[in-house]
């Protein structure tokens, strides 16, 4: 073993360790803010990333008109879409919690489609803090991602139309990748309720060389919609995630999701 | 070699051609040959004896590459993938499963398809010679179960005045279009020596039997060599030396890709005392490193719908420790201590019109650490007989050392990467003069070896070989192998004859297994395959070799080897040599002149591993004609090579050679050399 050891100081002078990670530091940008009329709350929307078509994490932040900030609400959020002739909400995560974490209480909203000349997005959130509720609707502007990260088909046993947002990967790697997306149906224009009882199967391929990858865990319904499982790729590039969806009665709907890194 | 020579000023670069020729004319007094066979009864000098008069022989064509050289042994073959970067074998082991060093140092190759076995990075120029030990006599140079393979580097001199020798040397090779270029300069001085060789070599798209061009079948490359030794003491020496080669526009017909350039850079220092009157007669010690990079690509090649690339880098540093003593009359005692750690890494980019480009580890990031201690012990029992015994314990550690390559073996579900190995070896021989001249050695001895980096980590390497796509397992044991030679040989100056039977059966015989839950990455791939134990693989086989001085003036050598290897449920093992003899008969006409013809013949080999889909091969039949001449005249030696390989063009391909690509046709080689 003395031989091992000489050797290896001999050699780590010249081996750069490839083995850091970094921490991953979260950075909130705010992108929405004004005060309510009722109780003159000062509201602040932040986000991690830019605003897209798909599931967006929202941190909302409250202050009180002495500026300090309010860490027990319930915050309930309506986003709205107003259109040329009708207008429709999204599938939403209001916050769990109705204290702040950091300050920042989370939820999500799936926009199902970009801002633009088609339309355009608010957000309502309601607050319900200090014993008084309050109420403010702050425009938001939804980018179309340059690679889709929602996906909706109409059922082929129930004939609603469902919603598939894509969550992880994020930041696809070579190697094991967290799978995650959350399924939503079209109840009404308003009403959006997460779908729990499907049975999915993921299979990823590479269109271009028309293979796959072995070893991928099929998501499984894990609350409120979302489903957790496991994807690998073998190598960077374009692949894509095809996803199937069956529910009690048999095959709902197909539809795949493009990775491309 | 060199005390054989009238003259010091012969060092030309083919005056290894000709002066063991010329030596053998002188009678040999009677003392000498009782020299010879004190020699020879060592048996590991023995046979490396045999094998140089072998090389001596086979070294008279110098336009010849290293690689032709070591094809003339009986004990090794070729895989042929290309004219260039064969893979040697011995007997029926493959790379993996054969400790391949130079001068004694561990060189990794940096190409995950076997492109650069080490072999490539020697000219004959710089080459002193090769030795090959089959039998367990291989453990002193690593933790093999195939014997080892070592090439030893032509060394600076020393002379008593200050001298400037040298030669310079030109071929051609009329298949290949091939040109070659040598230069060699040596300085002397009492104590310190200097010595540079160059070499180049420029081949095109060779010509087969059938008059067809074979694409891709080119290479150009130059090789460098320096070494220089100073006498620190009167019997210590200090020694340094150094390889540049680079190989570029190398073209690989068997194979998808070519290879765009090659480099490899190979130092050492070492520090060596020899000294009769010490118990420790010979001590040396060397510390090296060597860094390969190799860039495989396919732009050469039309109408791809993915274009690769696939770079690959290994580097090496280690050291060794080796003495011989004498521990009393008649007892030799040889200690080796090594150790070396190499890093190895190879990705692979494909690149698509308008798409993403798509990269992937083919080597995962990965170190080797290996020390081992060995220990050879002969003893002279008697005037007959002698016994040795030679072990190793050798230690190896291997691990992946990025979280990228981590993750990638992650997908098998690989999460510990790190593997350790203990490798031991022991062998026993013991041989005896059994009747006049006539000597029996018989050996037995069990010994080891470790996977290799692709056959532990390797990530869909593809394999034209059999169409599949190639995963490493990280969890695969060491392969193990109880192994026994016989060999019986009668020495004489005039006759030479060796004759070896050998068997070896291998314990967790590693091979890739298919897969058909996995589906292949490679375009046109079949599918996967696994590296695993298999139960066991029987090798078995025999060489015999004769050199016949059949008048002063003409000499007869002639080798014949067969090879028989099958696994646990009756497959033939791929990649076996079929039976194969090559016979040369050479005539001296005067001390100047000679020529040579020589027959190659191998039989048709139909045992061929249907789990590998092996195609079987045509048996054939080569001959060639050769001839060299000297002139000397004051100050300089000229040495003129030419002949004919493969004389009436035969078609043909050995069976080792991928891809149903056949050799060389006819083809005339010239070679002119001038030593001064
Ligand atoms: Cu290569």
């Known amino acids: 073993m003395w031989a091992l050891s000489l050797i290896t100081l001999f050699i780590s002078g010249c081996d750069t360790s490839d083995d850091e990670t970094p921490t991953p530091t979260i950075t909130y940008h705010k992108i929405a803010e004004g005060s309510t009329l009722e109780a003159d709350l000062k509201v602040e929307v932040y986000s991690t990333e830019e605003l897209t078509t798909g599931y967006n994490p929202l941190y909302i932040k409250l202050y009180d008109p002495a500026g300090t900030q309010i860490n027990q609400a319930s915050i309930n959020l309506v986003p709205m879409m107003e259109m040329a002739d009708k207008k429709h909400a999204s599938p939403v995560e209001n916050p769990t919690s109705g204290q702040a974490v950091d300050g920042y209480y989370k939820g999500a909203v799936v926009f199902t489609m970009p801002s633009g000349e088609m339309g355009n997005w608010s957000l309502k959130v309601n607050i319900q803090a200090n014993g008084k509720e309050a109420s403010i609707t702050l425009p938001l502007t939804i980018k179309e991602p340059a690679v889709s990260r929602l996906k909706s088909f109409v059922s082929a046993t129930d004939g609603s139309k469902y919603f598939v947002a894509l969550l992880q990967p994020a930041k696809p790697k070579v190697g094991v990748n967290d799978l995650e997306i959350a399924v939503y149906r079209a109840e009404t224009m308003m009403s959006f309720p997460a779908v729990s009882n499907l049975a999915i199967t993921v299979a990823p391929e590479m269109p271009t060389m028309s293979h796959g990858s072995p070893n991928n865990v099929n998501p499984v319904h894990t609350g409120a919609g979302h489903y957790l499982g496991k994807v690998n790729f073998t190598m960077t590039g374009l692949w894509y995630l095809h996803l199937y969806l069956y529910d009690g009665t048999g095959e709902a709907g197909k539809l795949y999701f493009e990775v491309n890194f | ?676």
């Open chain 2, 1 to 676: 070699m060199v005390k054989d020579m009238k003259t010091p000023l012969l060092i030309g670069a083919l005056a290894l051609a000709v002066l063991p020729a010329l030596a053998q004319h002188k009678p040999i007094p009677a003392d000498s040959i009782r020299t010879i066979l004190l020699q020879e009864v060592a048996v590991t000098t023995k046979q490396h004896n045999h094998q140089q008069h072998l090389q001596e022989f086979h070294n008279a064509s110098q336009v010849a590459t290293t690689e032709e050289l070591m094809a003339r042994m009986p004990e090794v073959s070729f895989i042929r993938r290309g004219s260039y970067g064969m893979e040697p074998t011995i007997r029926a082991y493959s790379a993996g499963q054969v400790s391949l060093t130079l001068n004694g140092m561990r060189i990794q190759g940096a190409c995950t398809d076997k492109m650069d076995p080490a072999t490539i990075y020697i000219e004959p120029l710089n080459l002193q010679s090769i030795e090959v030990q089959t039998a367990g006599a291989g453990s002193m140079q690593g933790a093999a179960i195939g014997g080892s393979l070592d090439m030893k580097l032509a060394e600076a001199n020393l002379a008593d005045a200050p001298t400037l020798s040298g030669s310079m040397s030109s071929g051609y090779q009329s298949a290949a279009n091939a040109i070659l270029g040598g230069l060699k300069l040596n300085y002397a001085t009492p104590t310190w020596g200097l010595r540079a060789s160059g070499t180049y070599r420029k081949s095109q798209n060779y010509h087969n039997g059938n008059g067809e061009k074979v694409l891709y079948s080119q290479y150009e490359k130059a090789n460098i060599a320096l070494s220089g030794k100073y006498l620190l003491q009167d019997d210590l020496v200090l020694k340094a030396d150094f390889i540049a080669d680079d190989g570029w526009n190398i073209g690989f017909p068997a194979l998808p890709m070519d290879v765009g350039e090659a480099k490899a850079r190979i130092g050492s220092v070492s520090i060596l005392r020899e000294s009769e009157d010490r118990i420790w007669k010979r001590v040396e010690a060397r510390i090296y490193a060597n860094r390969i990079a190799h860039y495989m690509d396919d732009s050469a090649r039309p109408d791809l719908p993915v274009r690769m690339d696939m770079p690959g880098l290994s580097r090496t540093s280690g050291f060794y420790l080796e003495g011989i003593a004498s521990p009393a009359t008649n007892h030799q005692l040889t200690l080796r201590v090594d150790a070396s750690s190499s890093y190895l890494e190879a990705s692979m980019t494909m690149y698509q019109e308008g798409q993403t480009p798509m990269y992937m580890l083919t080597w995962p990031n990965n170190r080797q650490l290996q020390s081992g201690v060995a220990a050879q012990y002969t003893l002279q029992a008697g005037a007959k007989t002698q016994l040795q015994i030679n072990s190793r314990a050798n230690i190896s550690d291997f691990s992946v050392t990025s979280a990228e390559g981590r993750d990638q073996l992650q997908v098998f579900g690989y999460t510990e990467t790190e593997r350790q190995f203990f490798i031991p070896s022991v062998s026993l021989q013991a041989s005896r003069m059994v009747y006049k001249k006539l000597k029996a050695s018989l050996s037995a001895g069990f010994n080891g070896r470790t996977p290799t980096a692709s056959e532990l980590y390797g990530f869909y390497l593809f394999s034209q070989f059999d169409g599949y796509d190639y995963l490493g397992n990280p969890e695969l044991k060491p392969e193990k192998s109880i192994q026994s030679e016989f060999t019986l040989s009668w020495q004489q100056p005039k006759v030479r004859v060796q004759a070896t039977a050998y068997t070896s059966r291998v314990e967790n015989y590693i091979t890739g297994t298919y897969n058909p839950d996995l589906s292949a990455m490679t375009i046109g791939a079949k599918g996967v395959k696994v590296y695993e134990n298999t139960d066991h693989a029987l090798l078995t086989g025999a060489e015999t070799s004769v050199i016949y001085n059949i008048t002063a003036y003409t000499q007869l050598v002639s080798t014949l080897k067969y090879s028989y290897a099958q696994s646990s449920d009756g497959d033939p093992l791929p990649m076996i040599s079929p039976l194969r003899n090559v016979t040369s008969l050479r005539k001296y006409f005067g001390d100047y002149l000679w020529v040579q013809a020589e027959t190659e013949i191998a039989a048709a080999q139909n045992r061929t591993s249907e789990r590998f889909m092996e195609q079987p091969t045509d048996g054939f039949m080569l001959w060639h004609l050769r001839a060299g001449y000297q002139k000397q005249t004051e100050k300089k030696v000229w040495q003129l090579n030419a002949g004919i390989e493969n004389v009436f063009d035969v078609n043909y391909r050995e069976h080792l050679d991928w891809g149903q690509i056949t050799r060389p046709g006819r083809n005339l080689f010239v070679q002119l050399s001038m030593g001064f």
